[in-house]
């Protein structure tokens, strides 16, 4: 029979926010239930080297994930591998429904869910996702030794993801629609300074080229936005890391969010528009979007929802 569970605090994904979440409503006594979500650990667990996580110089990103979700568990967290399938904010308690069958009730939400990769949205990447088109380097890089591939993108993820490739490719072509990078200063000075890797810069791309039978990536078709003169550029494997979208969906018509899909929060704070559900981390950021940030936002929701279960309404904590 499904099994119906509830908790003071449910806190719905397994990032820096959501873990850190759960140390601290653990440490509040208020055993809070953590649901997974299908992606245990987060963004992080699909990348290698972290060096920005304060008291690591080096840390893998699974590594740091693993760390964090057994941190949750000793300070008393319980954490669930689900996926919430639907949740009803309209009822007290709360009430989520998850993939296994398994209701889950509480008093007070922490909404951790994220942020997911971004697509293109061309009909031929879709054909080639799986087939020589990917949004992770670490989990798919491993095909390309020896062969050359594309990465599209400009920001931090398509600077690692470029470099990491490099492990494996004998060549790596950035493609970005500026002439500028936004990925930090000391990530481009490590693209520029590599031998295999060769920018594509005031270019977009317009088709993924491949073959039919096996499915298989050949090339790019390109286009450059000064003069919108075409050029193939012929790889073996294309990778899509143009941002993320927040995962807002569970929440879409029952939260206020902004016109981007990223959830509203009060200012300085983690209070949703719904009282009792707060929300942390990449879910509601569409500036920092840092482990550090998140995992600094996921102990601002686990406050505030204590501070809110204890009645203490305030709008100064
Ligand atoms: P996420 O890490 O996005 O986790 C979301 C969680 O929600 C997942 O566990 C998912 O399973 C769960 N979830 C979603 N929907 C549901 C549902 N319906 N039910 C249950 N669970 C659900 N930041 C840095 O500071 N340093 C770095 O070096 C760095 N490197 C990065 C490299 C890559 C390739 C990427 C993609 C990102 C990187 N970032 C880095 C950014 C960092 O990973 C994110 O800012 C951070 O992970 C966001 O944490 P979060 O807890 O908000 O959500
Ligand atoms: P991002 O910073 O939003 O960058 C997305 C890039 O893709 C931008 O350069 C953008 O171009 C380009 N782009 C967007 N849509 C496009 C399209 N349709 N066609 C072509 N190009 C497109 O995303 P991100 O790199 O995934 O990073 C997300 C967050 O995670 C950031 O806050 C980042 O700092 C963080 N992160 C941190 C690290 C780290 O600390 N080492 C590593 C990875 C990620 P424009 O520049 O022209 O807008």
Redesign the pocket.
Known sequence: MAETRHSKVLIIGSGPAGYTAAVYSARAMLKPILVQGLQPGGQLTI?TE???WPGDTHVQGPDLMVRMEEHARAMGAEIVTDYITSLDLSVRPFVAHADSGTTFTADAVILATGAQA?W?GLPSEEKFKGFGVSACATCDGFFYRGKEVVV???????V?EALFLTNFASKVTLI???DT????KI?QDRLFAHPKVEMAWHS?VEEVLGTEGPLGVTGVRVKDMRDGSERVIPCDGFFV????TPASELVKDQLELHSDGYGKVEAGGTRTSVPGVFAAGDLTDHV???AITSAGMGCMAALDAERWLAGIDSAHF
């Not at 990078?181 to 930090?184: F, G, K, N, P, S």
């Not at 890391?241 to 993320?244: D, E, S, T, V």
Request: proline letters at 0%.
């Open positions: 990348t972290v060096e920005n971004r293109l599209i993108g400009g920001g931090n993820t398509a690692e970005h629609r500026r990078l936004r990925a930090e990530l977009v890391a143009i941002g993320h920092y979007r840092q």
